[in-house]
């Protein structure tokens, strides 16, 4: 399934697909797919660092997008169509996550995993119709909020915030047993 944008100016060569696994329409992921994301992930965060953490902190994030986590995941990814070759420059991804707070519970939580936008595709409202789809998406599914952990990079949990979602709390994570911290903040919103 393919969204094109063509109303909003700044959206303009912008094409939006979605990848999931959820319901009946399954649309996998190809192996040239999943490169594409990893490696925009990678640069994103290396864009988007502002000195708070060390490459090697940011380089420990796991991507969403592992053949081994592609079970049940809801993707959704932008193109820029006027740029040659036509590139990939957001990403935004959607699961079940596994709640170590209720891991027994009956109803599984759901998490926006990831949103990734080169930082020169940035403030052109690409993040907001990635995250307004991926909120679509649980609603069919059911879902009555749906959360997220926001990492701690300029604009990150303000853009958040901006979207209508509240703040938990914060907490930091050891990402690689080095003592190497990231923080984050825990943020949820009721659909």
């Known amino acids: 399934m393919t969204i094109v944008a063509t109303k909003n100016e700044k959206l303009k060569g912008i094409q939006f697909r979605i990848i ?3 319901g009946d329409n399954k649309v996998r992921v190809s192996e040239f797919d999943r490169k594409d994301i990893s490696q925009l992930i990678e640069e994103t965060l290396k864009e988007s660092n502002d000195g708070t953490y060390d490459q090697t902190v940011l380089g420990s994030i796991p991507y969403v997008l592992t053949p081994e986590r592609m079970n049940d995941t809801f993707a ?19 699961n079940e996550w596994k709640s170590a707070r209720a891991p027994e519970a009956e109803k599984p939580e759901w998490q926006v995993r990831g949103m990734y936008v080169r930082l020169a595709y940035q403030g052109r409202g690409i ?29 990150t949990v303000s853009f958040y915030l901006q979207n209508g979602y509240e703040e938990l ?8 047993g080095k003592g190497q911290y990231l923080t984050w903040t825990r943020m949820r919103k009721a659909l």
């Open 76 to 94: 959704v990814l932008a193109y820029d169509n006027t740029a040659e070759p036509h590139s990939l420059v957001a990403c935004g991804f959607f």
């Open 20 to 22: 999931s696994n959820l």
């Open 169 to 176: 709390f914060n907490g930091t994570r050891d990402v690689n």
């Open 127 to 155: 993040a907001t119709k990635i995250l307004k789809r991926i909120e679509n998406e649980a609603r069919n599914q059911c879902l009555e909020k749906i959360e997220l952990e926001a990492i701690h990079l300029p604009r």
